[in-house]
């Protein structure tokens, strides 16, 4: 299985990014996507998730800014980034949870995607 993150770059403060995430290989199920991120010299942390039944959780340094979506027909999973700041510059992940078989399921990275906001 294999995760691959793209839509980075660099992006004027105020302006929008959509990344994207497709999964693919030996999959059963796409379960839980989620998109994290870590900037240089911080802690990686969580950005949102969105279960395979829809549920969404965003982290409050986000919301109302960040829209998660997911296209299963595609194994794919989106992070709409709007009204950007230069704190929100980082290399995005989009760790998910995927079912390989019925009776195993795992956590698999991509390997990221650079977001760079300039002030």
């Known amino acids: 299985v294999q995760l691959v993150e793209t839509g980075g770059g660099l992006v004027q403060a105020g302006g929008s990014l959509t990344l994207s995430c497709v999964a693919s290989?030996?999959?059963?199920?796409?379960?839980?996507m989620r998109w994290y991120r870590q900037a240089p010299g911080r802690q990686r942390e969580v950005v949102a998730g969105?279960?395979?039944?829809?549920?969404?959780h965003y982290t409050d340094f986000v919301k109302g800014r960040f829209t998660i979506s997911r296209d299963d027909a595609k194994n794919t999973v989106y992070l709409q980034m709007n009204s950007l700041t230069p704190e929100d510059t980082a290399v995005y992940y989009c760790?998910?949870?995927?079912?390989?078989?019925?009776?195993?399921?795992?956590?698999?990275w991509g390997q990221g995607t650079q977001v760079t906001v300039s002030s």
């Open positions: 969105l279960t395979l039944g829809g549920t969404v």
């Open positions: 290989g030996n999959i059963y199920r796409v379960n839980t």
């Open positions: 760790p998910s949870s995927i079912h390989v078989s019925p009776n195993y399921e795992y956590d698999y």
